[in-house]
């Protein structure tokens, strides 16, 4: 029922599940495991679809410690590099300091 409703708002807010779009094991998809050893996925990271192209990998990993039952959960984003553009400038006109009047200021 959380997982539907989870689901669904998603895809009111325009967002998506970004650590179910990988296909990955069943050890990289697992966050939490009970204490019955039940080992379930419940925690997720959820992303704008506008960044779903920056996307490159998301999961769970084992060798964070954070000093909790679920194990950390990662996405991978990459941005765009830019270019910087040199901004053409007009040549600088040197200041004649002999013709300032300062004593006006």
Request: hydrophobic content about 35%; aromatic content about 8%.
């Given at each position: ?30 966050t ?61 006109q ?12």
């Amino acid at each position: 029922a959380r997982g539907l409703w989870l689901k669904q708002w998603c895809s009111l807010e325009d967002m998506c599940i970004a650590n179910t779009m990988f296909p990955k094991p069943d050890s990289k998809r697992i966050t939490h495991t009970g204490t019955s050893g039940n080992a379930r996925q419940i925690d997720f990271i959820l992303v704008d679809k506008c960044l779903r192209k920056q996307m490159h990998d998301a999961g769970s990993v084992a060798n964070i410690d954070l000093g909790s039952d679920h194990k950390t959960v990662l996405v991978r984003l990459q941005w765009p590099k830019f270019r910087r553009t040199k901004k053409k400038t007009k040549g600088k006109q040197a200041v004649q300091w002999n013709s300032v009047n300062v004593s006006a200021y």
